[in-house]
């Protein structure tokens, strides 16, 4: 019982929340308390799913599928597999952690920011949860509203410029996206995610319109990743937004989405578009790296390092070798809590001193030892040390796909090798050398009791994602095999669909 | 014609609005000059109430005739009819709150919505000609009157006059078209057309008709190119008033188009379908492209309003069961998202309209959070987020439009919604932005009970149509369902044509 209700009671308690928070009175810190409450009983429940998660067994589980709409045809059909059980977990993980780093950042408005907040939780988890077409645009457009509203209202600077460019940037392909969903609803009389599977493996299509499909589906994908070139709004967005927001406005929803659909739905497209897109990744990665290298804006520094990062996953979701989809996923966790820590850190720098400026920074680190450790372990983890979850990650990636493309991935390594440039020498300008007037003017307050709990939170979480990968990957492996092999992934999920899968996927995949 | 059913309930709805129009006047004469005509708003109220009754229980009629075969009921009529109450009802609720008690006319400014309320209604289930033309006259000019009701402004008269002057012209043509019609089929009855034409060819006379009465109505529902009326009238006229006409007048010339085009000349589709598909792409285009450059929200508003016509005109073109069904709903959501603004704007720019630019909406919401946060909510909706009618009424829509093979047109239309984005951005970013220092604060009165209940209204219709659309939609579905010219069926999932 519980099992077919958890998901819908995952996804939705945080809209309740944000119709509550509404109600409250404006008073103290009421509305931020009973947020910070909501987001943790949403995490808690969300642990429901990875103890009574059955590894041994592939499809979706904890599966929902009431009919909604009748016609046109729209199931509300949820359920996670093992790629979306551990975003899902990071999300409801990151909505405490978003609350208490808005603790104190967010004087005013709180009502509003809170219940937007919330909001964009329900969007998030909606998006990895849903399982029908339909119900997944719906909260994938959806996740675009609280974002936008909250950078423009509590934007530093520039905040409605930056959700303008934000929203049009990522709304424009969401509509080809739509045109390509009810199309494939036109073809298939059906917008379930597993029946449409099955329908488009079994062929049948005019292939040159089922190309322009896939290709739809990648671009709205590419531009919400970003990937180089379509990131043109992300250093903005990642300067104006809440810190809250900048955790997690880029990486998983996209990267999700491509896994997902562009993956599951057109093995046969993607493997023919791969060149371009592990050319593009490694582009972004090392154009990423080097503009990272030149700026002094911390903030500005983190949205290129995020932008090579994320160029990364895509090297090694495209390369469709097993061990490069593995690390693509784990890259995608640690992406949305590494970045995630390190922009907390910057927030909690900017409270200090009120200065992005790193040049203005040096010697923090005989001040406050509690948050230079803390800022050289996510350091460290986005780098990718072993014994940190980014090491296990980014060793998948690489060993995985240089046999498939071993000169583009071999230039990869060099993004590598400049990531690990631009993070230390961006600690070493802060944290060591002389003290500035900056830092030796304004009195030194370590971190304290919140501040501590947003962040040794995630700071152990890398060290475990570090030791124990295994516990992740043991879920996230039988997922990704399918991708990387559609003929057996057709046979495992269409078998429990009275299999009609009899012609397999075209295959382009044995390369 | 089903002999058992008294003529009389056929219209209750339509005798229930007059009797109420007329009770509203005569109160209005016995009244002090000086007195409040307020209460004479509320007794109108209650009449678009119980025309709303009047036409819920009409569900539980049989389909048929009456009155020599001139007006039929059935679910379609009853569809519109039920619209056209509630977006009554709701536009006089906005009216009580933008007006004073010292607004000059007030009476007849009530009694004329409900006048102009039993045109449209008629114009939905008038299945003659002649009818239809009568019916559309009297939605016509009550909302002539009412576009000039602020008579000391500049603007109101030219508003009024202009609208006025087209249309007639609008009328003018359709009266023609029924003319020329007549000529070729020896009947105005809509079904006696449709019987007098049987294949698939038709003189010369009949095409030129049918054009006339399409340019007709397309001046009614602002489709471009007969759109050029529109942003000039809205912005002239009163809120509460603009929320009224751009919405049911329009919600019944739709009505009235598809009981022209799928019930008058089924056959004909072939020669009236490539015409709807450029009036459609014309209006979302222009519409689109017009909305982007202008810096008056009503006159935004007034662009979007074409733009909204196309996407309705989309699934006119889809030639479908589905195509009508969608059509039915897009006017039910448009209407209450866009009455629904137009709710917030006449409160918070006042019956003198006193914010205009978009620039002065700057910082609503931190003025009033309920206003700011209505407003940006329906622009979401406007937009075509999902979870609210406005994208639900576009997704069935361009459902129709691919299922019938329109592949360019639904790519064409969601472009469109993607630069529509933009533009009401622009005025959702505004609202959320700080107040500019030196802006004059207009704190505007306190929202009265009357806007609240339109909110109530139109907030939770636009929730329902986006997260429940089930009933509306089995609704729109028996509606469509009339028009047996059409396959009901749906295309078998799978067998589609490729």
Wanted: net charge positive.
């Amino acid at each position: 019982m519980l099992n077919a209700s958890i998901l819908t009671l995952i996804t939705f308690v945080p809209t309740l929340g944000a119709i509550v928070v509404l109600l409250l009175p404006r008073r103290g810190r009421v509305i931020p308390a009973f947020a910070l409450l909501v987001a943790l009983v949403t995490f808690v429940l969300s642990l429901h799913l990875p103890a009574h998660y059955d590894y041994a067994q592939h499809g979706f589980q904890f599966v929902i599928d009431v009919p909604w709409i009748a016609h046109p045809a729209i199931h509300y059909h949820l359920g996670i597999d093992g790629l979306s059980l551990w975003l899902v977990l990071l999300t409801t993980f990151l909505g405490p952690i978003g609350v208490l780093v808005s603790w104190r950042a967010i004087e005013h408005r709180t009502k509003e920011f809170y219940s937007l907040f919330l909001l964009q939780q329900t969007a998030m988890i909606g998006v990895f949860v849903a399982l029908d077409l339909f119900l997944y645009y719906a909260f994938w457009e959806l996740s675009l509203v609280p974002m936008a509203i909250l950078i423009a209202m509590f934007g530093r600077r520039r905040g409605p410029r930056a959700a303008l460019k934000f929203f049009v940037y990522t709304f424009l392909p969401s509509a080809l996206l739509l045109v390509a969903i009810i199309w494939l609803y036109a073809q298939t009389g059906t917008f379930d995610f597993v029946q449409l599977q099955a329908k488009l493996a079994a062929g049948g299509f005019a292939s040159g319109a089922l190309w322009w499909v896939s290709i739809a589906f990648l671009v709205a994908f590419a531009v919400k990743v970003p990937v180089f070139p379509l990131h043109g709004w992300l250093a903005d967005v990642i300067e104006e937004a809440p810190t809250a927001m900048a955790m997690v406005v880029a990486g998983k929803l996209g990267l999700y989405s491509l896994f997902r659909f562009n993956l599951g739905l057109f093995p046969a497209q993607v493997r023919e578009i791969a060149p371009l897109l592990v050319a593009l990744g490694v582009i972004g990665l090392l154009y990423g790296a080097m503009v990272a290298l030149v700026q002094t804006d911390v903030r500005r520094v983190v949205s290129y390092a995020i932008l090579s990062n994320l160029s990364f996953c895509i090297i090694g979701i495209f390369c469709f070798a097993l061990g490069g989809l593995n690390g693509a996923v784990y890259q995608t966790i640690n992406e949305g809590l590494s970045g995630g820590a390190i922009l907390v850190l910057i927030a909690f720098l900017y409270e200090r001193y009120g200065s992005f400026d790193m040049t203005q920074y040096g010697g923090l680190a005989s001040r406050l030892p509690m948050l230079s450790t803390l800022w050289i372990v996510t350091t460290l983890a986005l780098i990718g040390l072993p014994l940190l979850n980014g090491f296990v990650g980014e060793f998948l990636v690489l060993s995985g796909s240089f046999p498939v493309h071993p000169g583009w991935v071999a230039a990869a390594t060099v993004g590598v090798i400049l990531s690990a440039g631009y993070m230390l020498w961006m600690a070493q300008r802060i944290f060591y050398g002389q003290q500035s007037s900056l830092v030796s003017e304004r009195p030194h307050l370590d971190l304290g009791m919140r501040e501590q709990l947003t962040l040794w939170p995630m700071a152990i979480l890398m060290v475990v994602m570090g030791v124990v990968s295994p516990y992740w990957m043991k879920a996230i492996d039988p997922a990704m095999s399918g991708l990387a092999n559609p003929t057996a992934a057709m046979h495992l999920t269409a078998s429990g669909i009275a299999a009609s899968a009899s012609t397999p996927a075209p295959q382009g995949g044995a390369r | 014609m089903n002999p058992a059913v008294n003529p009389a309930l056929r219209v209750l709805p339509e005798i229930i609005l007059t009797i109420f129009g007329i009770l509203v006047m005569l109160a209005d004469a016995t009244m002090p000059k000086t007195a409040s005509r307020k209460p004479l708003g509320w007794l109108a109220v209650l009449g678009a109430l119980a025309a709303l009754a009047a036409s819920f229980w009409q569900q539980s009629l049989p389909a048929g005739d009456a009155f020599y075969g001139v007006v039929r009921t059935d679910a379609f009529s009853v569809f519109f009819h039920v619209l056209i109450a509630g977006i009554v009802l709701a536009s006089l609720l906005i009216a009580l709150d933008a007006v004073s008690d010292t607004t000059e006319g007030l009476g007849e400014l009530f009694a004329l919505i409900l006048f102009g309320a039993v045109g449209m209604m008629f114009m939905t289930s008038a299945v003659e000609l002649l009818l239809v033309f009568i019916a559309l006259e009297i939605s016509s000019i009550s909302t002539y009157i009412m576009a000039g009701f602020r008579r000391k402004t500049a603007k109101g008269p030219e508003s009024a006059l202009k609208y006025f002057l087209l249309g007639s012209f609008a009328t003018a043509f359709f009266l023609y078209g029924i003319a020329l019609i007549f000529g070729a089929t020896g009947t105005t009855r809509i079904p006696g057309i449709a019987s007098a034409i049987t294949t698939g060819h038709a003189p010369a006379i009949v095409y030129i008709g049918l054009a006339m009465l399409i340019i007709g109505l397309g001046f009614k529902v602002s489709a471009a190119p007969f759109h050029v009326w529109t942003p000039d009238v809205y912005e002239g006229a009163p809120s509460p008033v603009v929320a009224l006409m751009s919405t049911a007048p329009k919600a019944a010339a739709f009505a009235i188009l598809l009981r022209i085009v799928y019930g008058a000349f089924p056959l004909l589709h072939d020669h009236w379908t490539p015409v709807l598909w450029w009036l459609a792409v014309l209006s979302m285009t222009i519409g689109n492209l017009g909305a982007l450059r202008q810096r008056n929200v009503k006159r935004l508003l007034a662009y979007s309003s074409i733009a909204h016509a196309g996407y309705l005109l989309v699934a006119f073109a889809a030639l479908s069961a589905d195509g009508i069904a969608a059509a039915s709903f897009y006017a039910v959501a448009y209407a209450a998202m866009n009455v629904g603004i137009f709710a917030v704007v006449s409160h918070a720019g006042g019956y003198d309209d006193r914010l205009t630019l978009i620039e002065d909406y700057r910082g609503l919401a931190y003025r009033s959070p309920l206003l700011g946060g209505a407003m940006a909510f329906f622009l979401i909706s406007l937009i075509g987020i999902p979870f609210t009618g406005g994208f639900f009424g576009k997704f069935y829509v361009f459902v129709a439009a691919l299922q019938s093979g329109l592949i360019w047109l639904a790519i064409i239309g969601l472009v469109n919604s993607g630069i529509a984005a933009w533009y009401y951005l622009r005025v959702a970013t505004a609202i959320y932005s700080r107040p500019a220092e030196s802006s004059p604060i207009h704190a505007g009165p306190r929202p009265s009970f009357a806007l609240l209940l339109a909110l109530v209204i139109t907030v939770s219709g636009t929730l329902i149509l986006g997260i429940f659309p089930g009933g509306v939609l089995s609704s729109a579905r028996a509606a469509a369902a009339t028009y047996t010219s059409v396959s009901p069926a749906p295309p078998v999932p799978g067998t589609a044509q490729r």
